[in-house]
Structures are given as C-alpha cells and as structure tokens.
C-alpha cells in the first residue's frame, strides 16, 4: 500500500471554497482510480469523487455535482477544488487508489478535516 498525503483543510464559511491535495509519491502499474471519500462525524465512509488515472474519466456523488471539481497533475498530486460548500461537507477527506474496477485499494492517506460552519 501507498502512504498518501493530503492537504489544505480548514475551517470555511458556507458558501465558501476551498481546495485540497494529495501528494502520491508512488502511482503503481496497478492503480487505475484515484477517490475522494470522506467520512462525517459519527458516520461511515462516503465516496466523494474519483478520476480514471489514464483516461481521466470523473465520477461524483450527486450531492456535490456542479460543486466540486476532481483533478490531477502530471506530478500525481491529487486536487479536489470545492466551492459553495455546506454544513453537510464537513467530515474528514481522505484521499485513496484504488485497482481496476475499485476491486482492491493500493493507497490510504490519513485524511484532512474540512469544517464548513460559520
């Protein structure tokens, strides 16, 4: 597994934006999806948004469709740009890669808070 590591939480009004990052030092020959999912307090994972690392085919959970934008860089960073945030976005982001056909993951990072409140 790949130790990733995310970037740029905070704290943000709603109506606001921000973005965060994932640094992936290490994209193996078998990670076809790089995701956001996130996880709210008290409750379990959500998937977020992820993107097909050759194709770069996106995918979004509808409650954040026209909202967030999922992209990557030629150096593997990972960027999830989120603007009109809501209370609702508030959780923990992880960043993950997952294999073909999201069968097996091949990297965690440990995560970075988002906190929409004003």
């Known amino acids: 597994q790949v130790q990733l590591v995310e970037s740029g939480g905070g704290l943000v009004q709603p109506g606001g934006s921000l973005r965060i990052s994932c640094a992936n030092p290490?994209?193996?020959?078998?990670?076809?999806?790089m995701t956001w999912v996130r996880q709210a307090p008290g409750e379990g994972l959500e998937f977020v948004s992820s993107?097909?690392?050759?194709?770069?085919?996106t995918y979004y959970t509808d409650s954040v469709k026209g909202r967030f934008t999922i992209a990557r860089d030629n150096a593997n960073t990972l960027y999830l740009q989120m603007k009109d945030l809501k209370p609702e976005d508030t959780g923990l982001y992880y960043c993950?890669?997952?294999?073909?056909?999201?069968?097996?993951?091949?990297?965690w990072g440990q995560g970075t808070q988002v906190t929409v409140s004003s």
């Open positions: 290490g994209v193996t020959f078998s990670t076809y999806y």
């Open positions: 993950a890669s997952f294999g073909f056909e999201f069968r097996y993951s091949t990297g």
């Open positions: 993107i097909h690392v050759n194709l770069g085919t």
